[in-house]
């Protein structure tokens, strides 16, 4: 210990002793004990030999007055140590002599891959199969990027239980005009990523549902609609006909809307080729009958036919199972089809006259 440290000790002493001596003075007795006991602890602590070296590591530090000496009066100049991780053999760190963080080199981050067919049809089902280099710690979610954006495939998010190295997964391609090279991407976070292509012919609008409403159109005097804007376009065009609405695919006929747009004749027996039709109102027209074939529509669920010129309903009507809602009113009904109460899942009925 140095002599200045030797003489600042003996100096804190006497002052105790004159304190004990002054028995009315406690509260002065108690603040030097506190000051002696951490005067002895910090100079007592720093009791290690000071050799004459440069090299931090010549200094063995006991307690952290010790260390912020070091670091303070000590400088770093020799080189890093590289550390091994036991358990991860691609993770190294280094480690310097001097108090400082320790430094990440690198990780070696899993690579990620897929394989696609060929081709496939739009919104068709194809198999893909996602790879990874080494086999998972955890279960993990991967997002499948697809280029170009303005396509949508489902599923977006491909799950690989944990232990595995590759997973197979079904997946569809939607949104496609023309045939086209779509690129798909499986990622996660930081981790290497390749892409593979396919591609993907569009599906066209289903020929028999476009006769069907062709034949809609024919039967009824289309010609002489109030609305009839786009009708009888070109083939691709037949989702953007006045009054018809497709699923988002624009592959099937779901909702025809005719109220009030002066159709006139009868609906044609092809009606039944829309079977993802599930709302029709052709109520306030001048309709006369309904065909038989109406019976397969088997998703309809709304139908309005009210304020026609209807005399009696197909006995098929009561095959539509899945009817919730039925309007009749204002038609010249007289009857109605013998099995009609086999409509279970009707919510709203009306038959005024």
């Known amino acids: 210990m140095t002599k200045s440290v030797c003489k600042k000790i003996k100096k804190t002493k006497a002052l105790f002793m004159n304190s004990i001596l002054n028995r009315n003075n406690s509260i002065i007795t108690v603040i030097v004990l506190i000051t002696i006991g951490i005067a002895n602890h910090a100079f007592s602590q720093i009791s290690f030999p000071i050799p004459n070296s440069p090299n931090p590591s010549d200094y063995k530090a006991n307690t952290w007055e010790e260390k912020l000496w070091i670091e303070k009066n000590i400088p770093n100049e020799s080189p890093a140590q590289v550390l091994k991780i036991p358990g991860s053999p691609n993770l190294r760190a280094y480690k310097s002599t001097s108090l400082t963080p320790v430094e990440i080199e690198e990780i070696d981050f899993p690579v990620l891959s897929i394989t696609l067919p060929d081709s496939a049809n739009e919104s068709e089902t194809f198999q893909g199969i996602i790879r990874i280099d080494q086999p998972l710690f955890i279960g993990s979610f991967f997002q499948l990027m697809v280029n170009p954006t303005n396509v949508v495939i489902e599923p977006e998010f491909i799950f690989m239980p ?192």
């Not at 006045?242 to 006929?253: A, K, P, R, T």
């Not at 009030?260 to 009868?266: E, K, Q």
């Not at 019976?295 to 009817?323: A, C, K, T, W, Y």
């Open 162 to 353: 944990a232990g595995l190295t590759e997973t197979t997964c079904d997946l569809a391609i939607h949104g496609v005009d023309i045939t086209q090279t779509i690129s798909i991407t499986p990622t996660e976070g930081f981790w290497t990523s390749y892409s593979d292509t396919i591609e993907i012919i569009p599906v066209m609008f289903p020929e028999s549902e476009r006769q069907a409403l062709i034949d809609l159109y024919n039967s009824t005097d289309g010609s002489n609609w109030n609305r009839s804007d786009n009708w009888l376009g070109e083939r691709g065009t037949e989702c953007s006909w006045s009054g018809v609405i497709c699923d988002d695919y624009n592959l099937h006929v779901t909702i025809i809307f005719m109220r009030n747009n002066n159709l006139n004749g009868d609906i044609p027996d092809a009606i039944s080729h829309l079977q993802n039709l599930s709302e029709l109102d052709l109520s306030e027209n001048h309709l006369k009958s309904l065909p038989e074939t109406i019976g397969n529509l088997q998703h309809l669920s709304e139908l309005n036919i009210g304020n026609n010129q209807l005399v009696r309903l197909p006995e098929s009507f009561s095959n539509l199972h899945n009817l919730s809602n039925l309007f009749l009113s204002f038609n010249q009904l007289r009857s109605l089809p013998e099995n009609f109460g086999n409509l279970h899942n009707l919510i709203d009925i009306l038959l005024a006259i």
